[in-house]
């Protein structure tokens, strides 16, 4: 049964159009995190909650935003995707942030900028 | 950061054991290793994690060095469905940043 799961798994929006990806999980998990991965490469931390509480990675753009509005549900928002924003996201949840707690993926939304 | 380092690629025969090693030489004493892999397409699968000892689970067994630089992934009868990138990471203790390393290709021939 999906844990973590991710709609839609591939989406295509155009240049500078605002698009809304979400996550859902159900192991009722206190963190969530947002990444993005880009081809052959690993991914890359955009930004995570830990219950409300928002903490964002110095290096992500002012683009892309976030919202959980429940335990169960957090979305990322592309303001305005540029080409280069075309890549892999991939939703995590963990019951905490400790160094020892393993993170549980979803299958990630394929994002295409035409 | 403490880094991981990785071979990009490793080839290995179908139902023969296969060691995937790290290096993680910059390891502090709080530092856990975690190994997820990631088939194609798909969100990386959490494979395990230790911190001082040798762990095993269901899906393989992690051997780290005694001094912590290293460690190696085992898994002990290769299919063609652990065809995948398997990355090696540290999580600090205090902190909720997995710190990936490139990945290793791991193929499997019939």
């Known amino acids: ?114 | 950061d403490a880094k991981t380092t990785q071979p990009n690629s490793m080839e290995s025969n179908e139902e023969e054991p296969v060691h995937l090693p790290c290096n993680h030489s910059t390891i502090s004493g709080t530092d856990y290793i975690h190994w997820y892999r990631q088939l194609p397409s798909q969100g990386p699968e959490y494979v395990i994690h230790g911190l001082t000892s040798n762990v095993n689970n269901r899906m393989a067994s992690l051997a780290i060095a005694e001094d912590r630089k290293s460690s190696t992934l085992i898994l002990h009868r290769a299919t063609l469905r652990d065809a995948a990138v398997y990355y090696c990471i540290l999580s600090m203790d205090s902190n909720y940043q997995l710190i990936w390393g490139a990945g290793t290709k791991l193929i499997i021939k019939p």
């Open chain 1, 1 to 114: 049964d999906a844990m973590v799961i991710q709609n839609p798994r591939y989406q295509v929006t155009q240049f500078g159009k605002p698009v809304t990806l979400s996550c859902s999980q159900t192991l009722n998990h206190n963190v969530m995190y947002w990444y993005q991965q880009k081809s052959s490469q690993a991914p890359k931390l955009l930004f995570h909650y830990y219950d409300k509480d928002f903490n964002n990675e110095a290096d992500t753009p002012d683009n892309f935003q976030s919202r959980r509005p429940n335990t169960s549900f957090c979305f990322l928002d592309i303001r305005s995707p540029g080409l280069g924003d075309a890549a892999m996201y991939l939703c995590a949840t963990s019951a905490g942030t400790s160094g020892g707690h393993e993170q549980y993926f979803g299958p990630g939304t394929r994002l295409t900028v035409t």
